[in-house]
């Protein structure tokens, strides 16, 4: 059967119409649906806070609805685990892509594969971290990815020096993210031409 809404193949009914639709049209319904779910919590919080504030009450004295949290599983990245992490506004799609250069990058060097995963699952976990910091961390770490992924003979040293220096020192105020870079960024110089 074929999706009411595209030339899709029908894997489900919707509505009271039992409507056909294709997992592509059915997985756009359960993203509305959950993003009125997340305003509807949203309002339910502020409505909380309105309370508190009216009797004076600190903020915070009556529980919230936990923030959403978009959690992508194992299944969709292979090498950087963002299991359990709340990637709020981080694109997913920068995760995606080093995903798949690192799947590249370990068959010709797997410890260099294991560095760049290991500090992107640092970085994607540290909640110290605020979300601006963690994207522009994985967005160096992406140009990195895609860098190492060229033969050796073809990497620009040059143009990642800097980048490696820029992760320094943003992740410099944070100990444990510092020694797992202070770990993994001689693997990365090392393939440097
Ligand atoms: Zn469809």
């Not at 540290?126 to 963690?134: N, T, V």
């Not at 990195?144 to 943003?170: M, Y």
Request: hydrophobic residues 40%; contains cysteine.
């Amino acid at each position: 059967m074929q999706c009411s809404q595209c030339t899709r193949q029908a894997i489900y009914t919707f509505g009271p119409s039992n409507a056909p639709l294709c997992l592509h049209c059915y997985a756009l319904i359960v993203q509305i649906n959950q993003q009125q779910v997340n305003q509807l919590d949203r309002m339910a919080n502020q409505a909380l806070q309105d309370m508190e504030d009216v009797v004076g009450a600190p903020r915070g004295t009556i529980s919230r609805l936990p923030d959403p949290v978009i959690v992508a599983g194992p299944t969709q990245n292979h090498n950087i685990s963002i299991q359990n992490a709340s990637v709020g506004l981080l694109n997913t799609g920068i995760i995606g892509r080093v995903d798949a250069d690192i799947t590249a990058i370990n068959k010709a060097d797997p410890a260099l594969a294991n560095a760049i995963a290991e500090m992107c699952s640092n970085v994607v976990r540290e909640g110290r971290l605020s979300d601006a910091e963690k994207a522009s961390l994985l967005e160096m770490l992406s140009v990195i990815s895609e860098e190492v992924k060229s033969p050796k003979k073809d990497r620009r040293r040059f143009a990642i020096t800097p980048i490696l220096d820029q992760i320094t020192k943003v992740v410099g105020t944070i100990d444990t993210l510092h020694a797992a870079w202070q770990k993994y960024l001689p693997i990365i110089q090392a393939a440097l031409p």
